[in-house]
């Protein structure tokens, strides 16, 4: 889908900026790990590509910046009005058509936009362990490393689904992305999930949502991340005194406390749902698949949090990503493997105990 070309080294106005070693990066990736079942492939590219390498410095970076934020904000307006709002009109039809139609439309846009990350900052991506099973519906949690988590979610969809996996996806995501013109509309119309964080108001609301897509079907994946916010040092520290204050260990390394009420409560539903109609996959969701995130930098070392706070998204706009290797690892588990929804101390327990293999992981998936 995207041709791979070598890196193009840059500089910035500051000095000479790091030099990516696409060797040793190739030598990483063609080697996964020895517990794994999927293959490990890799898409690398250079920052704007070999029309920009003959660029100055800040020639090229502005180039990425109007051509890389240009595309998304013109494509998103444009598949908005003119191909997602018309579209609605097919709910008077056929709820299943309506989504098929909006789900092809981003499966396209989504993957379009997955040439910022790959091609104009070189950003390999290293997809590890089970292969989740296509055309059923999947609830996938997840670790919430930085802002791009759902980008290379889409990456590493096209690599174990295909491109129209992609299209399938939805999330429950804060209702602040809501608010966000163009993307925030687009996403609510491929059926995202947005909660406020008050558990009072979301536990109807995110009940009702989960009826919905039982009671039509709805394939594909939902993405929960069940930390409720992304890594940063003052999440970290927040998370750490919660933990204490309920007597509970805290947990290692880059990672937060999960918050396991909203998980319950899904799990509840996707149960439930067995005796209407979804007998044979023991629910709705045919499987739970723990996803874990981890960014490394050009010399395999894992990337702090601090360098991936919001300033990522200036980073990938002028294609200097600090990122040099995304790498997504699944663990698909059966539904006997879950605890009951309606247990919620249980379903506690067998989170955080995910959270602590998780934990060791995010160390161990980027040394191998």
């Not at 992304?230 to 999960?258: C, M, V």
């Not at 930098?297 to 702090?304: E, I, M």
């Not at 663990?331 to 101390?345: I, K, W």
Request: charged share 20%; aromatic share 10%; net charge positive.
């Amino acid at each position: 889908l995207l041709p791979t070309h070598a890196r193009v080294p840059r500089r910035s106005g500051s000095g000479r900026r790091r030099q990516r070693d696409v060797d040793r990066a190739g030598e990483r990736a063609s080697a996964p790990p020895s517990n794994t079942t999927a293959s490990a492939r890799i898409v690398s590219g250079g920052p704007g590509g070999p029309f920009a390498a003959t660029m100055s410095p800040f020639t090229r970076d502005w180039f990425c910046i109007v051509w890389g934020t240009g595309y998304v904000l013109f494509s998103a307006l444009t598949s908005s009005v003119m191909v997602l709002a018309p579209l609605t009109a097919l709910r008077l039809v056929s709820v299943s058509l309506y989504s098929r139609a909006t789900s092809a439309v981003f499966a396209l846009w989504w993957t379009s936009c997955l040439f910022i990350t790959e091609r104009m900052n070189g950003v390999g991506v290293r997809v590890t362990g089970d292969v989740p099973p296509p055309g059923v519906p999947l609830l996938i949690i997840a670790n919430h490393k930085c802002n791009l988590d759902w980008m290379f979610l889409w990456s590493a969809a096209i690599r174990a689904g295909g491109v129209w996996q992609v299209g399938a996806f939805r999330a429950v995501a804060k209702a602040e992305i809501r608010d966000i013109p163009v993307f925030g509309w687009g996403c609510k119309l491929n059926g995202f999930a947005y909660v406020q964080r008050r558990w009072e108001r979301d536990h109807h609301h995110l009940q009702r949502w989960m009826r919905a897509q039982i009671s039509r079907a709805a394939p594909g994946w939902v993405l929960l991340f069940p930390e409720g916010t992304r890594f940063t040092d003052a999440n970290k520290r927040r998370s750490d005194a919660a933990a204490a204050k309920d007597g509970l260990a805290t947990l290692p390394g880059e990672i937060l406390r999960p918050r396991t009420k909203g998980l319950a409560l899904m799990l509840a539903e996707s149960q439930a749902a067995a005796a209407r109609g979804y007998a044979a996959t023991g629910g709705y969701f045919a499987q739970v698949v723990d996803m874990t995130v981890q960014y490394t930098d050009a010399h395999g070392a894992p990337l702090k949090g601090s360098a991936l706070g919001t300033r990522c998204f200036g980073q990938l706009a002028k294609g200097q990503l600090a990122v040099s290797t995304c790498h997504v690892h699944f663990e698909c588990l059966a539904p006997g493997d879950v605890p009951r929804g309606e247990d919620a101390a249980a379903v506690d327990a067998w989170c955080m105990e995910r959270w602590r293999k998780k934990a060791e992981l995010l160390e161990g998936v980027a040394r191998t």
